[in-house]
């Protein structure tokens, strides 16, 4: 939801409540606090955690921080966030806006802040909290090989972590050079963005000049990568990592949407489906990226192509999966991976018992729900859908009045269904018919 640039300055970000019902109270000037304290949160009588971010990829995250019992003051730049309803306290900002935060955490001074589901904001609150001295699973160098894509890669290639070939390119003529070394097609794409926001898949030269404009418009720095497009299906590693141990959870097979929408998910299935010495490497390609970005403590996902010459590392997050994979690891192996992450954010100790896999189901799978271009008017069926056998949840991403888009990335998604099943193949069947039976009703 957050993965926009930054909006609300520092000196204008409010903070309100939740009251009966999940209602969002008026929001107030920062530092009130509604349970009636004007204490900081961290001197309630409970643990407390500043969430970046309140869009559909962060709840899961709240759901779980909520039914611990933890304070939550969840930010996100949107007023609309459907994750601030399952928050004690919103704040609405920017959390791409670094000094915002700061200053937002500095009047709360939580036991913890974290950033699930989006990659800029890892950064935001690596650095905030080591400037504050609040407790965090990743520092700041590490934060930065995480949000990194350019750093990431060099850290994987001085480590022999086998990834896509690939080169930085400042200009159009070293992208040129770039793109006839790893050949054609090649992927063009900023190296500090996610979500598939400018990349392009370049199959003859003539795309290149619009595909590296495109890229180096949304970059954040001056320098755009060409990297080689690996053939393969594309598998996601979601693991944690426990005083440096890395512990592999959920394997799935990442079903990825064609152009113009090229490397979009449209399902997460576990298991993968792949031979078991094949999904050893893939483990194992994981495990050594995770070592080479340094991360010790809390949740990776790891995206990776397995192609002709094996697996290749597409990238690591140190956070969370934005795509319920966590709730997914839950349903597939009993694994609370949300829990998991809240523990690492609040500096807490994770026993080995909370890492072990106890799978009750032999499938199961996230489905994203595609929308139709238009208006949004309403939403109906989705009590039906989720009435379908095996359906968790099914959860709507826009409200009436929203604007559907055509497919092209992640945020253009319109919701998502959590299915699980005898067999992958069942779980798969019952997330499509549940969403079948959602209609998203539009106007043009």
Request: proline share 7%.
């Amino acid at each position: 939801m957050d993965e926009t640039e930054p909006g609300t300055p520092p000196d204008r970000a409010r903070i309100g409540n939740t009251g009966e019902g999940g209602r969002r109270q008026p929001a107030t000037r920062l530092g009130h606090h509604p349970r009636g304290n004007e204490l900081p949160v961290s001197h309630l009588n409970l643990a407390a955690i500043l969430v970046l971010g309140a869009g559909p990829a962060q709840l899961g995250l709240l759901e779980a921080a909520r039914a611990r019992g933890v304070h939550v003051v969840a930010a996100d730049r949107d007023p609309e966030a459907p994750g601030f309803q399952l928050a004690d306290e919103q704040a609405v900002v920017s959390v791409e806006n670094e000094e915002a935060v700061a200053r937002l955490a500095a009047s709360l001074r939580p036991d913890g802040l974290i950033a699930p589901g989006t990659d800029f904001p890892v950064g935001v609150a690596a650095r905030v909290a080591d400037r504050l001295g609040i407790a965090h699973p990743l520092d700041p160098a590490t934060a930065l090989a995480a949000t990194s894509k350019e750093r990431q890669r060099e850290l994987l290639a001085a480590a022999g972590v086998p990834q896509p070939r690939f080169h930085a390119c400042a200009t159009l003529a070293e992208a040129d050079v770039a793109a006839r070394e790893v050949g054609y097609p090649c992927i063009v794409k900023p190296p500090d963005r996610q979500g598939q926001r400018g990349l392009s898949v370049v199959a003859v030269a003539d795309e290149l000049p619009r595909a590296f404009a495109e890229a180096l418009e949304v970059a954040r720095g001056d320098l755009v990568l060409v990297e080689e497009l690996v053939a393969g299906p594309e598998v996601t590693v979601n693991a944690f990592s426990a005083e440096g141990r890395f512990h592999s959870l959920t394997i799935t097979h990442r079903v990825v949407a064609d152009p113009p929408a090229f490397g979009v998910a449209l399902a997460h299935v576990w298991p993968c489906g792949l031979a078991e010495d094949v999904v050893e490497r893939v483990v194992d390609a994981a495990r050594a990226a995770a070592e080479a970005v340094r991360v010790r403590k809390g949740p990776t996902y790891t995206q990776v192509l397995v192609g002709p010459e094996g697996p290749r590392v597409v990238e690591l997050a140190a956070r969370l999966g934005g795509g319920h994979d966590a709730e997914l690891c839950e349903a597939a192996l009993g694994v609370d991976l949300n829990g998991l992450a809240l523990s690492a954010a609040l500096g807490e100790e994770v026993a080995d018992e909370r890492l072990r896999p106890r799978p009750e189901v032999g499938g199961a799978c996230v489905r994203f729900l595609v929308p139709p271009v238009g208006t949004l008017e309403r939403v109906e069926g989705v009590d039906e859908a989720e009435a379908v056998a095996g359906i968790r949840w099914v959860r709507i991403y826009r409200a009436p009045g929203a604007e559907l888009r055509e497919l092209h990335r992640g945020a253009d998604r319109a919701g998502a269904a959590l299915a699980v099943g005898t067999s992958p193949e069942e779980a798969v069947a019952r997330a499509e018919a549940a969403l079948a039976r959602v209609r998203l009703v539009t106007s043009a």
